[in-house]
């Protein structure tokens, strides 16, 4: 079958239609004009010229015209004559000499002002005082004017017969309000070569079936039917369903990873006391993450209340080591600094928490949350962002499990290489960060270790605490192939469209 043969016997009903339709046009017709021969409505007809379009078969041509009709006033004009008409008539009737209450009278005084002003702006006429009255007078150009219509009563005349008009009739008869304006497409279909091609080749315009029914089945007529052959390689517009955004997805995605490893899923609040976030973690007071620079101070709630009990073994602890056998940061502690409101740091806040709530092993928790940190906005780094942390409480964990967990997590997401490097936090020892290798290069993508004695010791933790945080719009971005994390949040609702489920 040639190649045109093919484009035939895929040809719908209605585009053959719009084709021979177009035959008898000479190649070339308005939608308009095809539906009223026959074809059917407007919409089908510019349908099927779509598809035609787009297998190169015809060109639609599409021009913008602005079309002008009549208003209200424009036919009053017409019907009765411009007010300027009216006076004109008069003054001829008498004359060419009337007085301005006589004209009122017979043209009404709502016209007589408009009349008036266009009378002069013709120069059709003169306004005098004559024995205290005023009178019209007409001048030779009005006797002139008298004989014949002016260019604005033709274009009136011409857009009443159906034709358009052009000229400076447009804008003054536009200010007069007597005709209005609207755009319109113009559409012209022709036949491209390949259609006339086709034409030439001859159509069949015996309707072809283009689905298989039931009723075709059960009655055997399939067995007869012409079927027309469906391009599976034709154009169709893309449709995006809703879904969740990817990072969302992503969300999902590990929480399900985790409950897949026996862990449970725990949460928290967003604003906290520095003794929780920091305190009750070992972190010194003079720790520079604890500098204005680095935290959200909030300045309501000024304080948050701390068990008082609590406050005062923390306080111990970290000024002399208090029940535990360190030795403490040696400085004074402030209990004022501890009860300080702060936007939450890390996540590590609502694990220590959980521990201290629940101190008997076993707990396998996990939780992943937004954190803030005053950070200036660049490709790697938001002053809010998310964590996925976690612990295993049990007896006798170890350095090599939590190596072991991470790993894990990571292969399930599907990331191969990673590395583990020595790394320091101040409740965590040994500690160690995490690295995966990236486009060649290692990123770095959170920190875990062992809690101290000095975390465990004081909330009667009495087993080891495997602890990890690590961020998530670091993975985000290499799992979604982006350069740069501000991308997750710019909502390019394009990119969220088009964007595979993850
Ligand atoms: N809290 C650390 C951070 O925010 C991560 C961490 C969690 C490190 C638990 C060790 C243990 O970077």
């Given at each position: 079958m040639?190649s045109?043969?093919?484009i035939?016997?895929?040809?719908?009903?209605?585009?053959?239609?719009?084709?021979?339709?177009?035959?008898?046009?000479?190649?070339?017709?308005?939608?308009?004009?095809i539906?009223?021969?026959?074809?059917g409505?407007?919409?089908?007809?510019?349908?099927?010229s779509s598809?035609?379009?787009?297998?190169g078969?015809v060109?639609?041509?599409?021009?913008?015209?602005?079309?002008y009709s009549l208003?209200?006033?424009g036919?009053?004009?017409?019907?009765q004559?411009?007010?300027?008409?009216?006076?004109?008539?008069?003054?001829?009737?008498s004359?060419?000499?009337i007085?301005?209450?006589?004209l009122g009278?017979?043209?009404?005084?709502?016209?007589?002002?408009?009349a008036?002003g266009w009378?002069?702006?013709?120069?059709?006429?003169t306004?005098?005082s004559?024995?205290?009255?005023?009178?019209?007078?007409?001048?030779?150009?009005?006797?002139k004017?008298?004989?014949h219509?002016?260019q604005?009563e033709d274009?009136?005349k011409?857009?009443?017969e159906?034709s358009?008009i052009?000229?400076?009739s447009v804008?003054?008869l536009?200010?007069r309000?007597?005709i209005?304006?609207k755009?319109k497409i113009?559409?012209?279909?022709?036949?491209?070569?390949?259609g006339?091609?086709?034409?030439?080749?001859?159509?069949?315009?015996?309707?072809?079936l283009?689905?298989l029914?039931?009723?075709?089945?059960?009655?055997?007529?399939?067995?007869t039917?012409?079927?027309r052959?469906y391009?599976?390689?034709?154009?169709?517009p893309?449709?995006?369903g809703?879904?969740?955004?990817?990072?969302t997805q992503?969300?999902d995605?590990?929480k399900?990873?985790f409950?897949?490893m026996?862990?449970?899923?725990?949460?928290?609040?967003?604003?906290?006391?520095?003794?929780?976030?920091?305190?009750?973690l070992f972190?010194?007071?003079?720790?520079?993450?604890r500098?204005?620079?680095?935290?959200?101070?909030c300045k309501?709630?000024?304080r948050?209340?701390?068990d008082?009990?609590?406050?005062?073994?923390?306080?111990?602890?970290?000024?002399?080591g208090?029940?535990?056998?360190?030795?403490?940061?040696?400085?004074?502690?402030?209990?004022?600094?501890a009860?300080k409101s702060?936007?939450?740091?890390?996540?590590?806040?609502?694990?220590i928490r959980?521990?201290?709530?629940?101190?008997?092993?076993?707990?396998?928790?996990f939780?992943i949350?937004?954190?803030?940190?005053?950070e200036?906005?660049?490709s790697?780094?938001?002053?809010?962002?998310?964590?996925v942390e976690g612990?295993v409480?049990e007896?006798?964990?170890?350095?090599?499990q939590?190596i072991?967990?991470?790993k894990e997590?990571?292969h399930?997401l599907?990331?191969?290489?990673?590395?583990?490097r020595?790394?320091y936090?101040?409740y965590?020892?040994?500690s160690?960060e995490?690295?995966?290798?990236w486009?060649?290069?290692?990123?770095?993508?959170?920190?875990?270790?062992?809690?101290?004695?000095?975390?465990?010791?004081p909330l009667?933790?009495?087993e080891?605490?495997?602890?990890w945080g690590?961020?998530?719009e670091?993975?985000a971005?290499?799992y979604?192939?982006?350069n740069d994390?501000?991308?997750l949040?710019?909502?390019?609702l394009d990119?969220?469209k088009?964007?595979?489920l993850?």
């Amino acid at each position: 079958m040639s190649s045109l043969e093919k484009i035939i016997n895929e040809l719908s009903l209605h585009e053959k239609e719009v084709l021979l339709s177009l035959h008898s046009f000479e190649g070339k017709s308005t939608p308009e004009d095809i539906a009223k021969n026959d074809v059917g409505s407007l919409v089908k007809v510019m349908n099927a010229s779509s598809w035609l379009q787009s297998k190169g078969i015809v060109d639609i041509h599409e021009k913008l015209e602005t079309i002008y009709s009549l208003t209200k006033e424009g036919k009053k004009f017409l019907t009765q004559g411009m007010p300027e008409r009216q006076a004109l008539t008069e003054l001829i009737n008498s004359n060419g000499q009337i007085d301005l209450d006589t004209l009122g009278n017979k043209i009404g005084k709502d016209n007589l002002a408009i009349a008036l002003g266009w009378l002069k702006k013709r120069d059709w006429a003169t306004l005098q005082s004559k024995d205290n009255k005023k009178v019209i007078l007409i001048t030779p150009q009005g006797k002139k004017d008298a004989q014949h219509n002016t260019q604005d009563e033709d274009a009136l005349k011409s857009l009443k017969e159906g034709s358009s008009i052009q000229g400076t009739s447009v804008s003054s008869l536009k200010k007069r309000g007597a005709i209005k304006e609207k755009e319109k497409i113009l559409r012209t279909i022709s036949l491209t070569q390949k259609g006339k091609n086709i034409l030439k080749k001859g159509l069949d315009i015996t309707d072809v079936l283009s689905q298989l029914t039931p009723e075709l089945i059960q009655t055997g007529k399939w067995k007869t039917a012409t079927f027309r052959p469906y391009d599976v390689s034709a154009f169709v517009p893309s449709l995006y369903g809703g879904k969740k955004h990817p990072l969302t997805q992503l969300i999902d995605k590990i929480k399900s990873i985790f409950v897949g490893m026996g862990f449970q899923e725990i949460a928290g609040n967003y604003v906290e006391s520095c003794f929780w976030t920091m305190d009750v973690l070992f972190i010194p007071q003079d720790h520079p993450a604890r500098d204005l620079q680095d935290t959200f101070y909030c300045k309501q709630p000024p304080r948050m209340p701390v068990d008082k009990h609590l406050l005062d073994s923390i306080a111990n602890v970290h000024e002399n080591g208090g029940s535990t056998s360190s030795t403490g940061w040696q400085y004074k502690f402030s209990k004022k600094e501890a009860q300080k409101s702060i936007l939450r740091t890390h996540t590590t806040v609502n694990t220590i928490r959980y521990l201290y709530e629940h101190p008997d092993p076993p707990s396998k928790i996990f939780q992943i949350g937004k954190v803030f940190r005053r950070e200036n906005i660049d490709s790697t780094h938001l002053p809010e962002f998310q964590q996925v942390e976690g612990i295993v409480h049990e007896k006798n964990a170890n350095f090599c499990q939590l190596i072991g967990i991470l790993k894990e997590f990571y292969h399930q997401l599907g990331f191969e290489k990673l590395r583990f490097r020595p790394a320091y936090f101040p409740y965590t020892e040994p500690s160690m960060e995490v690295e995966v290798q990236w486009h060649g290069k290692w990123m770095e993508l959170g920190g875990s270790g062992i809690f101290r004695p000095e975390v465990t010791e004081p909330l009667g933790i009495k087993e080891t605490v495997l602890a990890w945080g690590l961020g998530l719009e670091r993975i985000a971005i290499m799992y979604l192939g982006l350069n740069d994390i501000r991308e997750l949040y710019f909502s390019d609702l394009d990119w969220l469209k088009k964007l595979p489920l993850l």
